[in-house]
């Protein structure tokens, strides 16, 4: 670890990451279900800040589907902004500046030195940092969110954590007697633990082990930047409320959309016994019926009341698309609680209806044929979180497709040659991204650069890209380096690729 980092691991660079709740129109969309006034309507220029942006994936993303807004994005770490940086070069993006500036560099500018911003976010740091730095966000926040602004705070969380934290605590004190970078001490560490787990250790939890073996398996990056941060501290959500509101924030509701309908996920006793509770006790108490390990809290500085009336008639002219393959005909979620199957008959119609093509709330509501439907509060929450049915803009011009067609064509170069499993595509029509694997990017940089939608064209485009850069597959994790063979996967995969995934990148305007 590096001494500037005040104990934050900084000898390797975080995970690349796209998070959709940080997205504005997902953001605009929790104010609306919580009957409060987003910062802007509709096309309006916004200003839109991240602080702590790692890779930039997020802000780049954003910088694609909203050419109107002018975004700042902040990382103390150099080689995250020189990737940032470099990948918004490529895409020709001009609308998003990132700087490498720590959270006191940011706290001791002037008023007069940044705009005042519509939307901040911080994506996982606030419980990864010293309270210093949690102070001097605050600090941040109440010079630069203007009045009405949205600031959206993702972070660890209690009483969910109070199960695994034995481990992070081995972890981290398991490292600090170690050399070495910050990924193989975790790799060690996570030997160690394991080694005291099956010798019948008490203090460390036999499912959350699996969890944990289970996510190394897939990014040992990503566990050293999650457990051996020296300040690491999970909070409650009081005690970040009572933090916030020292920049005169107040808390709305969750980004997470399923969480603002306790009737979803709570019993009739549960809910009784939150609502017998103090206001400012009741998102700690659901989480005690609902331990999430990761909350997605969403504030406002200074929250106006939008009249139910106006309300019902906003939600119900969105426009909505199938954002997805195939629709979820009965739809359902797991929430930390267990699982939730979404049972109204409407959701089935819903999908199928999208399914032939977009359509308002109101307009699918109004078909002769429909069944009785939940609120558009709940339709859109439950059509998010499976896809079934996003916001959509159906405007969208062939130009504007264009720029985001070549903004993503860089981005897929970009993560190929930096040699990433995976990279995110701006989606201007739902105004957020989706992420895709190796192979979907081998395929949109085929199509991008004119190559014919037809199989054995595309195969051959993948395979020949690939090979000149002297690129190397899996399978069941076996490398496959021989030409034939990457060959003939080719084939086996991107006629799937072209007959599943290309027509909803076409529908959510990522292509």
Not at 38 to 56: A, H, I, M, N, S
Not at 83 to 101: K, M, S
Not at 206 to 228: C, G, N, P, W
Not at 407 to 428: D, Q, V, W, Y
Request: net charge negative; aromatic share 8%; charged share 25%.
């Amino acid at each position: 670890m590096s001494d500037w980092a005040s104990g934050y691991v900084a000898d390797i660079d975080y995970v690349p990451g796209f998070y959709p709740e940080q997205m504005p129109a997902h953001l605009d969309l929790v104010c609306m279900i919580k009957g409060v006034y987003p910062p802007r309507r509709d096309g309006e220029r916004f200003t839109y800040c991240e602080l702590g942006c790692g890779l930039g994936e997020t802000a780049l993303t954003l910088a694609a589907c909203h050419p109107e807004a002018d975004i700042h994005a902040f990382d103390f770490n150099p080689g995250h902004i020189a990737y940032a940086r470099e990948a918004a070069r490529r895409a020709g993006l001009t609308n998003v500046h990132f700087g490498e500036r720590s959270f006191a560099d940011l706290a001791a500018l002037g008023a007069e030195d940044l705009p005042a911003f519509d939307y901040v976010t911080l994506h996982g740091i606030w419980t990864w940092i010293a309270r210093e730095h949690q102070l001097e966000i605050v600090t941040i926040l109440s010079r630069f969110v203007r009045p009405g602004g949205v600031v959206a705070v993702t972070y660890n969380a209690q009483p969910g954590w109070s199960r695994q934290m034995p481990l992070q605590r081995l972890l981290l004190d398991y490292a600090a007697t170690r050399e070495g970078r910050s990924d193989a001490l975790v790799n060690e560490g996570l030997d160690f633990a394991q080694a005291l787990h099956d010798a019948g250790s008490l203090g460390l939890d036999a499912d959350f082990m699996k969890v944990i073996q289970a996510k190394r398996e897939r990014s040992s990056t990503y566990l050293a930047h999650e457990y051996l941060n020296g300040s690491w501290k999970p909070v409650y959500h009081v005690d970040l409320v009572a933090d916030l509101s020292r920049a005169k924030l107040a808390y709305v509701g969750s980004a997470t959309l399923l969480e603002n309908f306790p009737p979803l996920f709570l019993s009739e006793e549960q809910r009784r016994l939150v609502a017998a509770v103090p206001p400012s006790m009741r998102e700690t108490v659901k989480d005690h019926f609902n331990p999430r390990i990761f909350r997605r809290d969403v504030f406002v500085r200074g929250p106006r009341t939008i009249t139910p009336l106006t309300k019902a008639r906003l939600l119900d002219q969105t426009r909505v698309t199938l954002a997805a393959a195939e629709p979820q005909l009965q739809p359902k979620l797991t929430l930390p609680s267990g699982e939730v199957e979404f049972k109204s008959p409407f959701y089935a119609f819903m999908a199928e209806a999208l399914a032939r093509g977009d359509a308002t709330l109101g307009d699918l509501r109004a078909l002769p044929d429909a069944p009785p439907a939940p609120s558009s509060e709940e339709l859109l929450a439950v059509g998010i979180e499976t896809k079934n049915a996003v916001p959509v803009d159906a405007d969208l011009s062939e130009e504007r497709r264009a720029v985001v067609r070549g903004a993503n064509l860089a981005f897929a170069r970009h993560a190929i040659e930096m040699g990433r499993p995976s990279m995110t595509l701006a989606a201007a029509a739902i105004q957020s991204g989706v992420q895709i694997p190796l192979l979907s990017m081998l395929v949109f940089e085929a199509l991008a650069t004119g190559t014919p939608a037809e199989p054995e064209a595309v195969a051959r485009r993948c395979a020949d890209l690939l090979l000149s850069r002297g690129e190397h597959l899996r399978r069941e994790g076996e490398i496959i380096d021989d030409p034939d063979e990457i060959l003939d996967l080719m084939r086996q995969k991107t006629g799937a690729i072209l007959a599943d995934e290309l027509p909803v990148w076409r529908r959510i305007g990522a292509f």
